[in-house]
């Protein structure tokens, strides 16, 4: 289905959660996708309301000078971007309706066929329990990732050794850098692009790149390159 609109709360909180987990619209790399959904907004979205949206449409501003070059069909309109299936009602009129068909397929009082043998009942926690008890013991191994940031300076005259300093000072608890490369972006600019390992449920990559973007005299802004499981 796509996304419906920006304007309205449910609009924004579709494309929020969009952008929880994804960069840009489409991709791993800006595209007319964003430029279309971009373009849509009058005003900047609320950060405290809208994170993912604000963050998102912060870094897309950085590339307003290149909308032109960006890659993708340009004639495409926003809506045809997004999720396949949208839980907004379209139609608020036909709510009720939908509301009392669902009410008719509400049983209140069960039935006899959904009760359960007291015997079964017992059998199945004796097994969950017999279960709990061979998990005793094992230490699940945390989950890991492999990322790779880009972190972007403002121009051509940033000190890209006091801006990886100030990366690599950031100290996180399932955090640790590894190695790093500059990469030329165009107009004598570079990037500097630095692999890291987190722990998922340590380290919060949108609070990572929040810090990074704290310093605000070096980093123009930052993206998630590449991320794989480890």
């Not at 950085?62 to 069909?73: A, I």
């Not at 299936?85 to 959904?114: C, M, R, W």
Request: with cysteine; net charge negative; proline share 5%.
């Amino acid at each position: 289905m796509g996304f419906t609109d920006f304007v309205s709360d449910a609009g924004l909180a579709t494309l929020n959660s969009w952008l929880t987990t994804r960069s840009y619209i489409v991709g791993h790399a800006p595209s007319q996708a964003d430029v279309a959904c971009y373009k849509t907004f009058k005003d900047s979205p609320t950060p405290a309301k809208y994170p993912h949206v604000y963050r998102w449409y912060k870094h897309i501003s950085s590339y307003t000078s290149e909308f032109s070059s960006l890659p993708g069909d340009p004639s495409k309109a926003y809506t045809t971007y997004g999720p396949e299936k949208s839980e907004l009602t379209l139609n608020p009129a036909k709510a009720p309706a939908a509301a009392e068909e669902d009410d008719d397929d509400v049983d209140l009082f069960g039935s006899d066929d959904e009760e359960e043998d007291a015997a079964a009942v017992k059998l199945r926690e004796e097994r969950l329990a017999e279960y709990k008890k061979k998990k005793e013991g094992k230490t699940k191994p945390a989950a890991k990732s492999i990322v790779t940031l880009d972190v972007k300076p403002w121009d051509d005259e940033t000190d890209m050794k006091e801006l990886e300093a100030a990366v690599r000072g950031i100290e996180m608890d399932g955090l640790v850098w590894g190695a790093s490369k500059l990469v030329a972006v165009g107009f004598g600019i570079k990037k500097l692009q630095i692999n890291l390992v987190v722990e998922d449920d340590k380290v919060s990559l949108d609070e990572l790149q929040a810090k990074i973007e704290e310093a605000e005299d070096h980093v123009q802004s930052t993206d998630v390159a590449a991320m794989q499981k480890l």
